[in-house]
């Protein structure tokens, strides 16, 4: 797989400095020292940053051997974020900008980002530093049980 960003090489420096990547075990972590951005500040400049840093992390996890590929993946993605005066009413982990991070993992660690292949979760914590993003993708079926409802417990309405 080529994880080739679009930036120049300025940038790429600086997205090999915020990104690391590691193959643990059968699961793949990414983590980009700046904390995933709301969907509302994602403008094309913040998303080709986003992509570089994401590509340059899977460079670094490719470098250790293969990448695993899963049938159906779980994506697990925790955003860090400095607590400060703009955002402690505002943050809000369903308003971040998951689908930069969603659709470059398709295709590299599982097929695609419907149902049949990729479930998610996103959390949030506050932290003293500047922030980070990390994103574990795992085989789902370790999940299956957790995600899974029996029918029998649903009710009609």
């Known amino acids: 797989?080529?994880?080739?960003?679009?930036?120049?090489?300025?940038?790429?420096?600086?997205?090999?400095?915020m990104s690391s990547g590691e193959v643990?075990?059968?699961?793949v972590m990414l983590t980009i020292r700046?904390?995933?951005p709301a969907q509302?500040?994602?403008?094309?400049?913040?998303?080709?940053h986003w992509v570089d840093m994401?590509?340059?992390?899977?460079?670094?996890?490719?470098?250790?051997?293969p990448l695993p590929r899963f049938r159906k993946a779980m994506v697990e993605i925790v955003i860090a974020t400095p607590r400060g005066s703009d955002n402690t009413k505002v943050w809000d982990t369903s308003n971040r900008a998951i689908q930069v991070v969603l659709?470059?993992?398709?295709?590299?660690?599982?097929?695609?980002?419907?149902?049949?292949?990729m479930a998610f979760a996103v959390t949030?914590?506050?932290?003293?530093?500047?922030?980070?993003?990390?994103?574990?993708?795992?085989d789902f079926g370790a999940w299956?049980?957790?995600?899974?409802?029996?029918?029998e417990h649903l009710k009609s309405s």
């Open 40 to 48: 509302k500040e994602l403008t094309a400049a913040v998303e080709e």
């Open 124 to 138: 949030g914590c506050w932290t003293a530093g500047d922030g980070y993003t990390t994103v574990r993708v795992s």
């Open 103 to 117: 659709n470059n993992l398709k295709g590299v660690l599982f097929p695609d980002d419907d149902l049949e292949h």
């Open 54 to 65: 994401i590509h340059t992390a899977f460079r670094k996890a490719a470098e250790q051997g």
């Open 34 to 36: 700046e904390p995933l």
């Open 24 to 27: 643990c075990g059968n699961a």
């Open 1 to 17: 797989e080529d994880f080739e960003g679009t930036a120049g090489q300025g940038n790429d420096a600086f997205a090999a400095q």
């Open 144 to 151: 299956r049980k957790i995600f899974h409802i029996p029918h």
